[in-house]
């Protein structure tokens, strides 16, 4: 009869492992931190709901290189018939490489140049695309800055070079945009549905007006086997900028965007933010920095007058004076997966400080001397 309390003590614990063990199981452990270098700025959102998984100085502007392509894309889908034509001026075609050597007065399908300037970064497609939009490089600035403000960029920007250049070959010395709004360039970029699947393509094969065939490569490597479920972005290189990634990944149904600037390994830490993200439940986003709706700019909004998000500079002015950034510092899964204690802590009031925290705040490289995205 003693024992019977000590039975009745190992039932009760029995039971209450029984209960407790499927709970434990829902939530996944921490991911490990990334086993290689940070860049010098990074963000990873969640495309579908829009929120910013992990981020360090991902709201500092920064020369973006050949990322600058990205909004260039989507100002010329909102305003250029697709199914058109673009004339190479003297200018597009003296642009520094990466370049497909288009010749002043060749008159290059839309479709075929967009490709191009996409998947192989071609520096004379992109001043192309420019003059075709706004009429001169200098004219399209305010396409830029407009388009920025019409997809919700909300930090400090410049908006000079088309291409993404930022040397002596520039226009007006290039650009300056934080990781975290080329994120909401990126969301953008693959819910436009005629610059997603470009983007998504490993190579594509065309003739030139020359009469020359082309095999255009992907310069996104994540998309030639570096990384399953890889669905697109863009690359960028330049010796300021160093070398940078926009990409993005879809698993179960879910999509990932990654902004990764000025980094050693673009494509190991890129593929170590999605397989962190991925590993991240949707549940555990509350609380999370959110990126605006998603929007799509079209014609009539980019040529309205209307306040702009973002700013351009006079050709003239510096960039390394970099416009002052707001506050944000490193944020990381393990915290996000703690975000059911936090709610906990939230009725003590510690987790309200948490909120508020949180509220407030391509790789390769060209063989050519000449800096270039």
Request: glycine letters at 10%.
């Amino acid at each position: 009869m003693r024992r019977a309390p000590a039975v009745v003590l190992v039932a009760l614990l029995g039971l209450l492992t029984a209960l407790v063990a499927p709970v434990e199981a829902q939530t996944p452990p921490p991911a490990p931190p990334p086993t290689v270098a940070p860049p010098k700025a990074y963000v990873l959102v969640d495309a579908d709901t829009g929120a910013v998984l992990v981020g360090s100085a991902d709201r500092v502007p920064r020369p973006p290189a050949s990322l600058s392509k990205v909004l260039t894309a989507l100002a010329a889908s909102a305003t250029l018939p697709h199914d058109g034509t673009l004339t190479i001026s003297t200018r597009a075609a003296a642009q520094p490489a990466n370049k497909v050597d288009a010749k002043a007065g060749e008159v290059w399908p839309i479709n075929d140049a967009m490709h191009v300037m996409l998947l192989q970064s071609a520096n004379d497609l992109a001043m192309a695309f420019a003059e075709g939009v706004g009429g001169t490089a200098e004219g399209f600035q305010d396409i830029l800055a407009r388009t920025a403000g019409a997809i919700g960029m909300q930090d400090p920007q410049t908006w000079r070079d088309p291409a993404g250049l930022d040397d002596e070959h520039s226009v007006g010395g290039g650009n300056l945009v934080s990781a975290r709004d080329l994120a909401i360039a990126g969301r953008a970029y693959i819910a436009d549905p005629w610059l997603s699947p470009i983007a998504a393509k490993p190579r594509y094969r065309f003739t030139a007006p020359s009469g020359v065939v082309h095999d255009a490569l992907n310069h996104n490597k994540l998309l030639l086997g570096r990384y399953p479920g890889a669905i697109g972005g863009k690359t960028g290189y330049t010796r300021r900028s160093g070398n940078s990634l926009l990409a993005s990944a879809q698993r179960n149904g879910r999509t990932l965007v990654a902004v990764v600037l000025d980094s050693k390994d673009t494509y190991g830490f890129t593929s170590q933010l999605f397989d962190r993200g991925f590993a991240t439940p949707v549940a555990a986003q509350r609380g999370l920095d959110q990126l605006p709706p998603l929007r799509l700019p079209t014609a009539a909004g980019i040529r309205a007058d209307a306040t702009l998000a973002a700013t351009v500079d006079p050709p003239g002015s510096s960039l390394a004076a970099t416009p002052t950034s707001s506050p944000a510092g490193p944020r990381d899964l393990p915290l996000v997966a703690a975000g059911g204690a936090l709610l906990v802590l939230a009725t003590a009031g510690v987790g309200r400080v948490q909120v508020r925290r949180r509220r407030r705040r391509s790789y390769y490289r060209v063989p050519t001397r000449r800096a270039s995205p």
